[in-house]
């Protein structure tokens, strides 16, 4: 199945800012849900895209399903997507990403370790030869891997800020290695939903 980037990202980030007005509803949830904790977040991006240096000015927004600790830990599911609204003239890179995020919590600090796999684009709007300068590339879909954490600010009952930080691997032809490596940080609005609020 061929994942449509272009279309899926816009629609997490919409996602996203829908969530924000559910609070009614999410108020009413049953107490069987009271352990689960809905968080969306959206922000800004400095995306370093290790390709000549290149970087990227992007939007990434996301959602979180937390479940009830355990030995100190908050375990959550994560999805995120990321997509450049100021991209250059060399590389940008769009991405959509899921995986497991664990974190701690302590008064207002809420720090977190994350694991995120998902599929990327990588565009060259003027085009990039191989290591061999046998071909030119213009874009390329792949597998993305991403290893990060960051730290939620709690502000507010429901809101919080987040500074955070990911280190990726795409899959690319354009470098002897096979790989591109980028470094991408991130201040972004968290909103939470539930009893909890932001705890």
Known sequence: MHLNLHRTIPAVILFVASLS???AHAQAAPTAYANIRLSAFA???ANYTGVQLAKNGDITAGFDVGFRPFAGFFPALEARGTYPILDGQVANQKNLLAGIRLGRR????NPYGDVLFGRGILNFPNGLANPANTFTVLS???NVLSF?????YVLAQHWAVKGDFQFQKYDSPVT?????FS?????AIVYRIGTGGVR
């Open 21 to 23: 007005f559910d609070s």
């Open 43 to 45: 922000g800004a991006s």
């Open 106 to 109: 302590k008064q207002n600090f």
């Open 140 to 142: 390329n879909t792949t």
């Open 148 to 152: 990060g954490g960051g730290l939620d």
């Open 176 to 180: 002897t290695s096979g790989s591109v």
């Open 183 to 187: 470094k991408v940080f991130t201040a």
